[in-house]
C-alpha cells in the first residue's frame, strides 16, 4: 500500500487531454496500473467515452466502443475474453441515452468485450430475450465462476442476467 502523498494525490485529468468532457459512471482498476473510465456524453452530444488512464505515467487515452451510446457500467473478468488477448479483458454495459438535449438514435444498449491489449471492442453483445434495452449495468464479476453478472433495462422492466466471458454466451 502506499500512503497519502496530498502533493499528487487527487490527481487532476486536465481536459487537454481528453478530446470530450466526461461524466463518468463507472470506474475499475486493472493489474495493468490502469484507471478504465465509464463515461455518458456531454451536453449535446450521444457517444460517451471509455477512458484509459495509465496510473504510472499518467497517459490518458479516450476510446469510443459503442457509436452513439454512453459507458456506465465496468467489470473485469478473471480469465481471458473470447477472442481477446492477454489474461483479462474489460466488460462494459452501455446506455442509449446521450447527454441532455439529445434524443437516442440507437435502439438498444449494448454488452462489449474489450481487449485491453490491444485497446479495441473484441465483440458486442445483445441481451437474448430483452428487447430494446436502454441500458445495461451493475456488471459484476463472480469471484467462484467468472461469469458476469449483470442488469438490463427497457420499458418493460429491469432483468438479471448472466454472461459467460469466455464463450460469449
Known amino acids: 500500500l502506499q500512503s497519502f502523498n496530498a502533493s499528487v494525490n487527487p490527481a487532476i485529468i486536465a481536459p487537454s487531454k481528453l478530446d470530450a468532457h466526461?461524466?463518468?459512471?463507472?470506474?475499475?482498476?486493472?493489474?495493468?496500473?490502469?484507471?478504465?473510465?465509464?463515461?455518458?456524453?456531454?451536453?449535446?452530444?450521444?457517444?460517451?467515452?471509455?477512458?484509459?488512464?495509465?496510473?504510472?505515467?499518467?497517459?490518458?487515452?479516450?476510446?469510443?466502443?459503442?457509436?452513439?451510446?454512453?459507458?456506465?457500467?465496468?467489470?473485469?473478468?478473471?480469465?481471458?475474453?473470447?477472442?481477446?488477448?492477454?489474461?483479462?479483458?474489460?466488460?462494459?454495459?452501455?446506455s442509449t441515452s446521450g447527454g441532455g438535449g439529445t434524443s437516442a438514435t440507437t435502439s438498444s444498449a449494448q454488452l462489449f468485450s474489450w481487449d485491453t491489449t490491444r485497446n479495441s471492442v473484441v465483440r458486442r453483445y445483445a441481451i437474448p430475450n430483452v428487447k430494446n434495452s436502454s441500458m445495461i449495468t451493475d456488471l459484476s464479476t463472480n469471484p467462484i465462476d467468472g461469469y458476469i453478472d449483470g442488469i438490463a433495462i427497457n420499458a418493460q422492466g429491469s432483468y438479471a442476467f448472466v454472461f459467460n466471458p469466455a464463450t460469449g454466451t
Open 22 to 94: 466526461i461524466r463518468p459512471q463507472a470506474m475499475i482498476s486493472a493489474p495493468d496500473h490502469h484507471l478504465y473510465i465509464g463515461a455518458i456524453a456531454t451536453y449535446g452530444e450521444l457517444s460517451g467515452p471509455l477512458v484509459v488512464w495509465g496510473t504510472q505515467n499518467s497517459d490518458i487515452q479516450e476510446y469510443f466502443p459503442a457509436p452513439n451510446q454512453g459507458v456506465n457500467s465496468l467489470t473485469m473478468t478473471t480469465t481471458s475474453c473470447q477472442n481477446a488477448g492477454g489474461s483479462y479483458c474489460v466488460i462494459g454495459g452501455t
